[in-house]
């Protein structure tokens, strides 16, 4: 490897070695090098070229007057190197212009600058110095929220039972939030992976979430369109019996197909003066952005989900080709965005149903860390995404081969040059109607391990981001929604990145598997509850782990060794799941919070209380006594992953109406009740 490649991918933020989680320092190769900078638009196929890229990159950062977006926190000036005759103003995003000081107000900002007869201008960011944490200590469920049915489903949970199980938590268990799994997008189309987390867009919620009969236009369906949108319903209605009998799983694809037929005859009907003014405003507020998202809908239904396998034409958003095909398919355009319009409002009835019910946070959203590359978000935002590179992990004792997520990470340079606008407006739309939001795999924001096209996980480097601006638009974001801000910060974490995040008021998230003295790698018995850290989620399990109740039993260790996912002898896997629960029970004995007459899920959850932690998280199915896990990472047709019901210990789904009788989901709201009751009378 020559110098100069190295010098070239060190200045575009390119690692050229790392350190593995155990300490070991390996050299990244040279091949990966080269196609992670071509990802970023530069030329380094040969030294030839390094060299001329490399003079090219010093060159134009050398006469550049300003960088290419300012990010200042906390009143503090820009460290900016100016030449001393320079002049510089501010021109404020409220009108106005203003010195460029300390005392600046918090917004988007745009900073002119004069010399020696250049003239420069760049956005200034001026950000809070530190979110708000939220008041006292606060608890609330953690859902997916497809998997909490009620009887009035059409085949899933959708937005009608979120407001309904938010308004319950809220006015009768006293609780503060409902944390939800992403609601974003997908793809049309066959889901062969209905995760969650690989979006086709995470501007946007998916309209499949919508209660169809709480559109205000459904009760005025007539002729046709009624007999349509009663047909759609009647089979909704038998596929949900057949979800809450056990007898199917849930089905994403034909929930969406038959709530967009219903829907399409719904939007027949003709809007109101006010709900016609209402949907202009909407299509005011998302501009460009839902323009693009719609338009690669109506494409999509057209020419398939995969928009590279689309006539070269229609490639490019701004293309003349895209325009006239908008044109052409105006009737689909429209019908997008009014899906996207009613989403919005069903989320927007959730928040206030959950405010409403005295929760003082309501809905937590949660963002995926990326989107799939074919999606609309991957097409509208080309100039923004690595093209031809997918996030993932290295190797590490967890996954020796390393992991590859499917989903192009973001450019540096892209992001910095649109001033971190697509990043702003995906944290808004996630911010939008929630009182937190969650940041899946937020060490992202720091750094990414991206992998090239066609090669193993183990072929990949890290790319760094510029942390201060992309924390900078996160507590923006954030300040103006009013709202906190949660970071999945669990696994492998850089040194330094919690310190950075507990100083902006970013909370971090703690889970019981994971606590232990000596850290996850040189674990030697529980972390007791006092030196749980103070600013996090606290919870005992998460999506991708086993329920407690399975933890417990240790059924979680048959069930992979059923589907052949033990990389040890069953027999040392089930002594070591053991240990570590023993580990823990003897560690609530010491407490004295065994023997509990609830049960040990319910002391477990006595020892979150014990914690300093801020927000206290219970994760719904082990309200229920569930012992089936939502998602079991590497798995896809092993396991129904993402397509599970609440349950029961039988396997026996739970609908939602049946919550308030489970003796657990009482036993629970008893355990956090104090927390309210304290904090309402201090």
């Known amino acids: 490897m020559t110098e100069d490649l190295r010098a070239l991918a060190r200045a575009h933020g390119i690692a050229t070695a790392y350190t593995t989680d155990r300490g070991q320092r390996r050299e990244v190769a040279p091949d990966t090098l080269v196609a992670v900078l071509a990802a970023c638009g530069v030329d380094a196929a040969t030294d030839t070229a390094a060299r001329a890229a490399l003079a090219d990159h010093r060159a134009r950062t050398a006469a550049r007057l300003l960088p290419e977006c300012v990010v200042v926190r906390g009143g503090a000036l820009p460290p900016l190197d100016l030449p001393g005759d320079s002049t510089a103003e501010v021109a404020l995003e409220g009108g106005g212009t203003a010195a460029l000081s300390g005392s600046l107000p918090v917004g988007r900002h745009t900073l002119r600058v004069g010399a020696a007869g250049r003239d420069a201008s760049a956005p200034l960011l001026v950000v809070p110095g530190r979110l708000p944490v939220p008041a006292g200590r606060r608890w609330g469920f953690l859902v997916q929220l497809y998997s909490v049915l009620s009887r009035r489903s059409w085949g899933m949970g959708d937005l009608g039972d979120l407001a309904e199980l938010a308004s319950w938590a809220g006015h009768a268990a006293g609780a503060d939030f409902v944390q939800l799994g992403p609601l974003h997008a997908v793809e049309p189309g066959p889901l062969p992976d209905p995760s969650p987390y690989r979006p086709a867009s995470r501007r946007y919620p998916d309209p499949m979430h919508v209660r169809v009969e709480a559109v205000p236009e459904y009760a005025y369906l007539t002729g046709e369109a009624r007999r349509t949108a009663d047909r759609c319903a009647a089979r909704a209605r038998a596929l949900n019996e057949g979800v809450l009998r056990g007898e199917l799983l849930i089905d994403r694809e034909t929930v969406r197909s038959l709530k967009h037929e219903a829907l399409r005859a719904v939007r027949q009907v003709p809007l109101t003066p006010g709900r016609a003014a209402a949907f202009a405003r909407f299509l005011a507020r998302e501009g460009e952005d839902l323009t693009d998202f719609a338009t690669w809908c109506a494409l999509a239904g057209v020419h398939g989900g995969a928009w590279r396998s689309w006539p070269a034409a229609l490639r490019d958003p701004r293309s003349p080709a895209v325009a006239r095909a908008r044109e052409e398919l105006a009737a689909e355009v429209d019908f997008h965005r009014w899906l996207a319009w009613i989403t919005d409002e069903q989320l927007a009835a959730a928040q206030a149903a959950a405010t409403g019910a005295g929760m003082g946070l309501g809905l937590i959203h949660d963002l995926a860390v990326g989107v799939a590359p074919e999606g609309a978000d991957a097409w509208a ?302």
């Open 381 to 682: 935002l080309q100039d923004c995404l690595a093209a031809g590179m997918s996030v993932g992990a290295p190797p590490d004792d967890f996954n020796p081969y390393g992991q590859d997520w499917g989903q192009p990470p973001w450019r540096p340079d892209g992001l910095a040059a649109s001033g971190y606008r697509p990043l702003a407006g995906l944290l808004r739309a996630g911010l939008r109607h929630s009182g937190a939001l969650r940041i899946d795999h937020v060490m992202g924001l720091f750094r990414l391990w991206w992998v090239p096209e066609g090669r193993p996980p183990s072929e990949g480097t890290y790319v760094r981001y510029d942390a201060e601006a992309m924390l900078g638009v996160l507590m923006l974001e954030a300040h103006r929604a009013g709202a906190a801000v949660i970071g999945e910060d669990l696994g492998t974490v850089e040194a330094g990145v919690r310190a950075s995040l507990d100083e902006r008021g970013i909370l971090g998230t703690s889970v019981q598997r994971f606590e232990y003295l000596g850290g996850s790698e040189g674990r030697h018995g529980p972390l007791p509850p006092e030196r749980w850290r103070r600013d996090c989620l606290a919870t005992l399990t998460t999506h991708d782990l086993p329920t407690t109740a399975a933890w417990l039993s240790g059924e979680h260790v048959d069930l992979r060794a059923r589907l052949d996912l033990l990389t040890r002898p069953e027999a040392e896997e089930k002594a070591e799941a053991a240990a570590e629960r023993d580990g823990w029970l003897a560690e609530l004995r010491r407490l004295g919070l065994l023997p509990d007459p609830d049960g040990e899920v319910v002391a477990l959850h006595r020892f979150l209380c014990r914690t300093p932690a801020r927000l206290l998280g219970v994760w719904l199915p082990d309200a229920t006594g569930d012992r089936r896990p939502q998602n079991i990472p590497g798995t896809s047709a092993a396991h129904p992953n993402w397509r599970l019901p609440v349950s029961d210990g039988q396997g026996r789904p739970v609908p939602l109406e049946d919550l308030p009788g489970r003796p657990l989901v009482a036993a629970l709201s008893r355990v956090f009740a104090d927390l309210r009751r304290h904090r309402e009378n201090t």
